[in-house]
């Protein structure tokens, strides 16, 4: 079996890598260990203007693709707007290596073959159809590159909250709330009788504040265990726990605590867990809310290449009462895919 690595590997013209930063910089490297060397960079014309990236001179690239008819574009970035990468790729042979939001090491034929037991474990948990064609069509689209494979499974954020909110009135704790985006939807789909939400980051904490400041607000991670971290801030988006000795940027050190410790026993309908990569720790660090109150869950499943499985593996392990579905929402990458674990009410 090949994948989309042994693709770039094979392809007999010039290999492009298209977009800049970030991902750019983890595919690059990753290449290099492959012994593959790009032939330049480029970026979206709207974009264009004349600099260096990794010694290489950007170019737009519509003039790399007038240039060289047999080329590869490697697509290196992520967006929302999907529909344009998608018209793109009807023109041009273009695939995406995905690489992960957290570590270095990409999902691929090795990594599918070693994982193979809890992959086929996973998909057996999933809850409907839908489920099921999401997992398989991100597990081929990241062994092949082949974006077309995210297209056939996008859905609306509304289909998910609507498979998790399900009460007249729901206790929502948001783990992981940025300046309070998800908060904003929780309110906007349903009538919300307290809140909790924890946000490591100092300032996006105090936009968090701004708009929620009569509910329980956290300035701290959330994990397995009380304790601390150094966290690195200039990541885009989101915070993360500084791992990576290579990373850069403003780093501080950040209480963590436990869903557990920080809700106290009080009752809970919905958990939300988007964690830059400690899923798995967050909910880890919840087995007893879940055991006794048995929330309804929403967790980011995309950060780490296996959280895609792994996520529902860890569910079912703390409660074998939890439908469990995933939906992917429209991004490029497979980023946007999230499990949501129902409790099976008796």
């Not at 018209?87 to 034929?109: A, H």
């Not at 579905?325 to 429209?330: A, E, F, Q, S, T």
Request: glycine fraction near 6%; include cysteine; proline fraction near 4%.
């Amino acid at each position: 079996m090949n994948d989309v690595f042994d693709i770039i590997k094979n392809h007999s013209g010039p290999r492009f890598i298209y977009g800049t930063g970030d991902g750019a910089d983890k595919l690059i490297d990753y290449l290099e260990t492959l012994g593959i060397k790009p032939d330049g960079i480029c970026v979206s014309d709207e974009f264009y203007r004349e600099r260096k990236f990794r010694d290489f001179t950007v170019k737009p690239i519509s003039v790399l693709a007038d240039e060289n008819k047999n080329a590869l574009f490697l697509m290196a970035f992520g967006t929302k707007q999907t529909d344009q990468i998608f018209s793109l790729s009807e023109k041009l042979n273009l695939v995406y290596p995905e690489m992960p939001v957290c570590g270095t090491k990409p999902f691929s034929k090795e990594v599918a073959s070693l994982d193979k037991n809890d992959i086929e474990t996973a998909f057996s948990l999933l809850a409907d159809d839908d489920s099921k064609k999401v997992f398989e069509n991100i597990i081929n689209f990241r062994l092949s590159g082949n974006i077309s494979y995210l297209k056939e499974c996008e859905s609306e954020a509304s289909e998910g909250y609507k498979l998790i909110l399900q009460n007249e009135e729901e206790t929502i704790f948001d783990c992981g709330a940025y300046k309070g985006d998800t908060a904003d939807e929780f309110f906007m789909y349903s009538s919300v009788k307290d809140f909790y939400a924890a946000e490591p980051c100092p300032k996006n904490f105090e936009k968090l504040k701004d708009k929620y400041s009569k509910y329980h607000l956290f300035n701290c991670a959330v994990g397995k265990e009380n304790g601390e971290a150094d966290f690195i801030f200039n990541r885009g988006r989101g915070s993360t726990i500084l791992i990576d000795e290579k990373a850069t940027g403003k780093t501080k050190k950040i209480p963590i605590s436990t869903v557990d410790e920080l809700i106290q026993g009080q009752p809970c309908t919905v958990i939300k867990y988007d964690v830059e990569g400690n899923e798995a720790d967050a909910l880890l660090g919840s087995i007893d809310t879940i055991k006794k109150h048995h929330p309804n869950l929403l967790v980011a499943a995309y950060h780490k290449p296996e959280d895609i499985y792994k996520i529902p593996l860890i569910i079912n392990s703390i409660s074998k009462n939890y439908k469990i579905y995933l939906r992917h929402l429209p991004c490029l990458p497979s980023w946007e895919t999230n499990v949501y674990a129902v409790y099976k009410k008796r």
